[in-house]
Each structure stands twice: as structure tokens, then as C-alpha cells.
């Protein structure tokens, strides 16, 4: 199919962007555009006017200090992947990016794109949850923050708003100690996720300190597994727990049905998935 008819501008400054967004009822903005073409060619979005940032100033740092990493609107996936300081202050975004699709999109896509569209399926925003990000969306009443952990109330819904433009994401670097827990289960390897759980644990003193863990891919938005992190939390991470701990991941998730599998199969698979990626942790965390 074709997308349908629509104006485009191509923005020269974030004040031009914002503005056009302001002044048209129906605007997107186009960054990557990996999404956002499929959506257009397959009808899925029929907007007024298409906003392209792709020469805006700025918008592509990745900056880090203050104990953040800053992520602008227009970094790739690839950037961000090929960034060392990067993966070393995100351990679990470095684990979950090889992840995101196939080459030729992380080349193209942004990760704050990702982001903004909300994707249930998508790594970059489960993430963002387990993580405990803040996003900074701008518009020409000025900026505000939002938590990952508030952004996402249903299937494809954000808290931003039509006028508003997701430039930059903040996440805070991980604790020395800290370590990623990230696996996927899709039908081909770049594919969409039907499952995955997302996460980041840290052991201080010979006891799980912090212990964040997302569910995505069948969940209508990235589900912080809230259950699961108080049976772990004030524990040694040791074997015996991963039972435990992957069973109450089963209880805690409500797949939604789909084609390819019931919701109890779901659930199987997601306490097989916890299983996994526990027990990599487990076995290494400094006890």
C-alpha cells in the first residue's frame, strides 16, 4: 500500500519543530521512521503533517554525567550501541539492543522514537521502565518530565501529548555491581518480542539491594513486576530463589491471547524465561 497525502516540513531548529507541531492538529514527527513509514504506508496513521527533525541541531547527543545518561532524540540504536561509556553505564540496554530488530533498522530507528511510539513489543521501552528513565518532552509551553514508569498507561498509549516531542531521555547509570537481566522469545531473531522480561539487579553485602524486572511483548505496555521484586528484595541471590522467583513472574503477568499461543502457555514460557535469565545472574552475583 501507499500512504496517504500529507504536508511535510523539515524542521531547522527544535523552536521550528515544536512550532509546527503546535499549530497543526494532526502532526507527527518523523525521526527514524521505521515505524512510522510502515504506519503510513499500511494506513495505520493518516496525519495532516509529517515533521521532520532530521536536521535539527543537537538532538543526536549521548551524554553522560551527573549519574545519568542523556539520550537525544536523534541518536540510533546503532550509535548508542557503538557506544562504550554508553553499555558500561547501561549494562542492560547494552544486552538488550543486538536485540532490536536487524541491522539495517538500528541504523536508521532512534531509540527515543522507540520510546515515544510505545510499542508493547519493543525492548527500548521495557527498558526505560525497569530502569527507572525519565523522558523530557518539549513543546512550545516549555519542557516537563515524565517517568518511563508512568509513560506508558495501555496498549500503544503514552502520556505525551499531540503538540508535545520527546527530545531526550534520561536514565540513571547503573550502580557498580549491578547486573543486566534481558532475554527474548520471538519467532525469528529481529523479530518483534511475543515475550521478554527486562530487568537489573544489585547485590550489596551478600543481599539483592535493588531488583527491577520488567515483563513486555504480551503485556499491553511494559509491566514492572512489582511482586516478584518484593519476594527478592533483603535475599542472598542464590539458586534456591530462582523458583520462586520464576514462578511468582508466571503469577504476576496476564498475557494477553493472541494466535500463537493461550495465555497459560504464556505463562510457561515466561516462567522458563525467568529461569534463564536468573540463573545467569544468580551465578555470578557477588555474594
Known amino acids: ?50 515533521v521532520d527533525i532530521n536536521h535539527v541541531p543537537g538532538l543526536d547527543l549521548i551524554e553522560i554525567g551527573g549519574g545519568e545518561v542523556r539520550i537525544g532524540a536523534l541518536v540510533r540504536h546503532a550509535q548508542l550501541m557503538a557506544n562504550a561509556e554508553a553499555s558500561k553505564a547501561l549494562p ?4 538488550a539492543l543486538p536485540h532490536v530488530a536487524h541491522p539495517a533498522i538500528r ?15 519493543a525492548e527500548m521501552p521495557a527498558c526505560a521502565v525497569a530502569l527507572g528513565a525519565t523522558f523530557v518532552l518539549a513543546s512550545t509551553d516549555g519542557t516537563r518530565e515524565v517517568p518511563a514508569r ?11 501529548a499531540p503538540h508535545e516531542m520527546l527530545i531526550e531521555a534520561r536514565f540513571p547509570v547503573a550502580p557498580d555491581g549491578a547486573r543486566a537481566m534481558f532475554d527474548e522469545v520471538a519467532v525469528r531473531r ?30 499491553p505496555a511494559p509491566l514492572l513486576l512489582k511482586n516478584v521484586a518484593d519476594i527478592a528484595l533483603g535475599r542472598a541471590p542464590v539458586p ?11 503469577d504476576e ?18 516462567r ?10 544468580m551465578e555470578f552475583a557477588d555474594v
Open 1 to 50: 500500500m501507499k500512504s496517504p497525502s500529507f504536508a511535510y516540513i523539515r524542521a531547522q531548529s527544535l523552536d521550528h519543530a515544536l512550532s509546527a507541531l503546535a499549530d497543526t492538529e494532526d502532526a507527527i514527527v518523523l525521526a527514524g521512521g521505521q515505524s512510522l513509514v510502515a504506519a503510513l504506508n499500511l494506513r495505520l496513521q493518516v496525519p495532516e503533517l509529517v
Open 92 to 95: 542492560l540496554i547494552g544486552r
Open 107 to 121: 541504523n536508521r530507528g532512534t531509540t527515543c522514537g522507540s520510546l515515544a511510539y510505545g510499542d508493547p513489543a
Open 150 to 160: 508512568e509513560f506508558y498507561p495501555g496498549l500503544y498509549e503514552t502520556k505525551r
Open 190 to 219: 529481529g523479530d518483534f518480542a511475543t515475550l521478554g522480561l527486562a530487568g537489573q539487579i544489585h547485590v550489596n553485602r551478600g543481599v539483592i539491594a535493588a531488583f527491577d524486572l520488567v515483563a513486555f511483548g504480551s503485556e
Open 240 to 250: 534456591g530463589l530462582i523458583a520462586s522467583l520464576a514462578q511468582s513472574v508466571a
Open 253 to 270: 503477568v496476564d498475557p494477553m491471547e493472541s494466535p500463537l499461543a493461550t495465555s497459560e502457555m504464556r505463562r510457561r514460557q515466561y
Open 272 to 281: 522458563a524465561l525467568a529461569e534463564r535469565c536468573l540463573g545467569a545472574v
